[in-house]
């Protein structure tokens, strides 16, 4: 265990959050969302949220302030009907980040970005269209 790291974060998580580098991008995706097929690198945290792991990824990790939405989530196709979670996700995004912008992806666009990822992590998210992917920024000191 480490002081100031979330429990959350695995020592695997840790490391994949070092390796990343400006402008990679990880997906958290739902527990639909087929994470070991489409994954360079696959982080197994079946028992958390995608919101909570959201919030603690964003402790450690700046979001992208060099391109328009550094947030990506997957489209429902939908737009009256936006998932539930995406307003957690948001609330979320601000509390750690500011107002950030974030882009809707459609689905097979999404899977495909997915696969360029960096990393995927899979986890029990019960929620449909919880899927989100991030933008990884530059830490200032």
């Known amino acids: 265990m480490l002081k100031n ?4 974060i695995s020592p695997e ?4 959050l070092m390796e990343m ?7 958290i995706g739902d527990g ?3 994470a070991a097929a489409n994954a360079k690198r696959l982080v197994r945290l079946d028992g958390h949220g995608v919101n909570e792991i959201l919030e603690a990824i ?8 060099y391109v328009e939405a550094p947030v990506a989530l997957m ?30 992806v459609e689905r097979f666009a999404f899977y495909e970005r997915a696969r360029n990822a960096y990393a995927i992590i899979a986890t029990g998210e019960t929620a449909i ?6 933008k990884k920024g530059v830490v200032i000191q």
């Open 5 to 8: 790291i979330s429990p959350i």
């Open 13 to 16: 998580l840790l490391k994949i």
């Open 21 to 27: 580098g400006h402008g990679d991008e990880i997906v």
């Open 32 to 34: 639909n969302f087929p």
């Open 58 to 65: 964003l402790k450690l990790m700046p979001l992208d302030t």
């Open 75 to 104: 489209d429902n196709g939908d737009a009256s009907n936006p998932p539930p979670i995406w307003a957690e996700y948001k609330n979320t995004v601000v509390a750690e980040e500011g107002e950030k912008n974030f882009e809707l």
């Open 129 to 134: 269209y919880a899927n989100i992917i991030l």
